[in-house]
């Protein structure tokens, strides 16, 4: 289902946002003074009557009258927050969404994973203007959140290209297809040839590191008669963080004791990202459109540090005497490219699309050495390349069908065809060879391969006005994949107005997610954190012999069941409030295993493969989960006559996931003391992101100054370890933005200071933090750089 062959939407301002405080909103505004009760009177109305297009076919469907939450986000919410990138701010703005910044954990520190309700990244689809985006070509293998999937990049799309953004909170497999198992966040790119914009923007943290800049242009174009092509450009620099402890690992001699060593924090990053969007009309009933994204971006960070005492073990002193920290240099390069026609024949609109995406990801490893080559080794390596390709031809088909109801139905058809393919190239052979280069070692031969997959799709929905109170729709999906076979699902949903201002509405629905080519054929050897020890720990395809070796099984297709119940409250037409009440449960799940620190007879049957690893890991169906939550949104867009205008919102989110069953131990592993899902791992899927989320905000306006305070408090969160007793609770943490902006009409300036307490998360316990390197934890849901400020300019026309 195709929600971009629907009429152009207009921009929206609403933050989807909070209940309960209707006595925060009177405390939290800013008295200024200039009437502005007809705009205010106008936008409160705009907001509570725009048209959404994800998650139904109706071209009039507008957000006060949804069959399921969605969150709709402008393009203007997105800038008025202090984050840099996409997923940043998303995280600041969304209570429903978790995105951590873990550090040293390798690719995953240059591409980022995003939580939606506590679940895997790669469980939420991503649309660009309605269509399935490509995931990104990096798994995230090391211990961070979203351990064990390969979501999508949604940092390599410009904020400068947005319009806004819709998030459908609820399962919607059926209409989208796999991967929609927690949500769909459709990004909806800026449209038409009026207007244009050039911004700038720069921020440091309090520290004094993490200096970014940032400069964009947006500007539209006539193309014929009543065409247009819409351009946006962004570059984009991040200088690194660093909140690394003192190095106190090692004995007295070590000749950088007690200094700061390691790097913990954001990496070294600079991006260039373009975004074209164009429309143009064949005839009178059928137009033209095409849309293409780049992004590529240069990423640096870093290992753990080299301690002189193990260069000279390893006959590498002479090149760095004091030792060394390795450095990984990566490249990540994305594309994206749309080419679609749509228009209407007969009663029938219509809309055929081809669809291509590519993500790239290219790693160097710097300052650092194979030891088996000793002093003659090279100190810089090239380790190789990770590729993801998707290609989808769609169809959709709609009309309305009179019924002799309330409202014609709407029908809809369509089919789909996606083809897949996941690559690893090999590295230099000095990057791999004998231990490999230090920090991350190059990928083998035996891990390079090119794999490919297609799908198939046919499906179906209908969308029912019943009566002006009562609405309902369902939609059928049937798939067919070459390599897992068929899957099912469907949804049913409702809304009934009960009065006026009150309306209930509710889902039932059945989804799938097929395990991606990442997760069945990525293959590493990494240098890994395990229990406190760095060693070469091994991820193995599930269906090799080095999995075989340790009791792995071929994966299945995760299955899901998702039911909602929301109430809908909106007693004026400048006061909306929702909650809505949701529970999921997935079958065989599909994640990472534990880390198994092999004992020396596996081991040895493992060298006996040409593998030479102390661990072991392998994708598995292991677990079957139950998430259950509760959402709260409430906006308030309230005139104060000569005092100006506020707009007020207050958003929570509580997350509750739980373990339905754990699969039995595999036997081999059970005789060697061995846990394929251990503590550490169920802990990572349960409590390891906040329960609870809440964010407020309050934005006054006053002719051209404007002011806003957005107040946030993030919950515990648990890490556990392998033992009991260095388990460790982080508190939770209440966050303060506070920005002043003035705005002609044509200039505008915003100055602000994000985490204005300068908050940072609890300290990790001295048994955790690795001889005191590792500050903070990764798991953080707001990161660890402490107050950050920032000043934004612009011009428009």
Do not use: C
Request: proline content about 4%; cysteine-free.
């Amino acid at each position: 289902m195709n929600p971009s062959s629907t009429p152009r939407l207009a921009p929206t301002a609403l933050l989807r946002l909070s209940p309960l405080a209707i006595a925060a909103w009177a405390t939290l505004s800013t008295a200024s003074g200039q009437s502005l009760a007809q705009s205010a009177t106008q936008q409160a109305s705009s907001e509570l009557s725009q048209v959404v297009v994800t998650g139904t076919r109706r071209g009039d469907r507008t957000l006060a009258e949804s069959e399921s939450p969605v969150d709709v986000l402008s393009g203007k919410d997105l800038q008025r927050t202090g984050a840099g990138d996409l997923a940043s701010a998303l995280g600041q703005l969304l209570p429903s969404l978790n995105f951590p910044r873990p550090s040293l954990t390798d690719a995953s520190d240059a591409v980022r994973p995003a939580q939606l309700r506590g679940l895997s990244p790669d469980q939420t689809l991503v649309l660009v203007d309605g269509k399935r985006r490509h995931t990104s070509a990096v798994v995230n293998v090391n211990g961070t959140q979203g351990r064990g999937s390969a979501p999508v990049d949604l940092n390599a799309i410009p904020l400068a290209a947005i319009d806004h953004i819709e998030v459908l909170r609820d399962g919607a497999a059926a209409q989208y297809g796999s991967d929609a198992i927690a949500g769909v966040i459709n990004i909806v790119l800026r449209k038409g040839a009026a207007g244009g914009n050039v911004n700038l923007e720069a921020g440091q943290t309090d520290a004094g590191d993490g200096g970014r800049g940032a400069a964009s242009a947006s500007l539209g174009l006539a193309l014929g008669g009543d065409g247009w092509a819409r351009l946006a450009f962004e570059t984009r620099h991040q200088q690194r963080t660093n909140r690394a402890g003192v190095d106190t690992r090692d004995a007295a001699t070590e000749p950088r004791r007690g200094l700061v060593n390691n790097r913990l924090g954001d990496p070294d990053s600079t991006q260039q990202s373009a975004v074209v969007n164009a429309e143009l009309g064949l005839t009178d009933s059928a137009r033209l459109y095409a849309f293409a994204t780049f992004s590529h971006r240069n990423t640096t960070s870093a290992a753990f540090w080299r301690t002189q005492a193990t260069a000279t073990a390893n006959n590498v002193a002479t090149l760095y005497p004091q030792g060394f920290l390795p450095l990984e240099e990566s490249t990540t390069t994305d594309l994206g490219a749309v080419l679609g026609v749509r228009g209407r024949w007969a009663d029938w609109n219509w809309d055929f699309s081809l669809d291509h995406g590519r993500n790239r990801f290219d790693i160097d490893v710097a300052n650092t050495a194979n030891y088996s080559l000793g002093a003659a080794s090279p100190t810089r390596f090239d380790a190789g390349r990770l590729t993801n390709q998707q290609t989808v031809l769609n169809a959709d088909l709609s009309r309305e069908v009179d019924a002799g109801l309330f409202a014609p139905l709407t029908l809809s058809l369509g089919a789909e065809f996606r083809r897949e393919r996941y690559g690893i190239d090999a590295g230099e052979p000095a990057s791999y060879q004998s231990g490999g280069a230090s920090g991350f070692p190059g990928f083998q031969p035996s891990n390079a391969g090119s794999h490919g997959r297609h799908n198939s799709a046919v499906y179906a929905g209908v969308e029912a006005q019943f009566s002006k109170d009562f609405s309902a729709s369902a939609a059928l999906r049937g798939e067919h994949y070459s390599d897992f076979g068929g899957a099912t699902s469907a949804k049913l949903s409702a809304r009934y107005a009960v009065v006026p201002a009150v309306a209930l509405r509710g889902t039932l629905a059945t989804g799938f997610r097929a395990p991606s080519l990442a997760q069945q054929y990525f293959a590493t050897t990494s240098t890994n954190l395990i229990n406190g020890a760095l060693v070469d720990a091994g991820t193995f395809p599930v269906e090799s012999a080095a999995a075989a070796a340790l009791g792995a099984r071929p994966l299945k297709a995760e299955k899901s069941r998702h039911a909602s119940l929301g109430l809908l409250l909106q007693p004026t037409s400048h006061w909306q409030t929702t909650v809505d009440v949701y529970q999921i449960d997935i079958d065989d799940r599909v994640l990472l295993s534990a880390n198994l620190s092999l004992p020396a007879a596996l081991r040895a049957q493992l060298a006996a493969q040409g593998v030479l690893v102390s661990a072991g890991r392998y994708f598995t169906n292991a677990l079957d989960t139950r998430t259950r939550g509760i959402d709260l949104v409430s906006t308030l867009n309230q005139d104060w006559g000569a005092w100006g205008r506020g707009d007020y919102s207050l958003a929570y989110s509580h997350i509750k996931n739980s373990i339905r069953r754990v699969a039995d131990n595999p036997a081999l592993l059970t005789a060697n003391n061995l846990e394929l899902i251990d503590r550490v791992s169920i802990a990572r899927a349960t409590v390891g992101s906040p329960k609870d989320k809440l964010v407020a905000s309050a934005e006054h306006r006053w002719g051209p100054w404007s002011g806003r305070v957005a107040v946030s408090r993030y919950g515990s969160f648990v890490v556990r370890q392998s033992s009991a007793a260095n388990d460790q609770t982080f508190g939770a943490a209440w966050l303060a933005d506070v920005s002043a902006g003035w705005d002609s009409g044509r200039w505008n300036a915003v100055v602000g200071v994000d985490n204005l307490t300068n908050r940072y998360p609890d300290r990790v316990i001295a048994a955790n933090a690795v001889g005191g390197i590792l500050t903070y934890s990764q798991f953080s849901p707001f990161g660890f750089n402490g107050r950050q400020y920032y000043v934004k300019a612009g011009y428009r026309w």
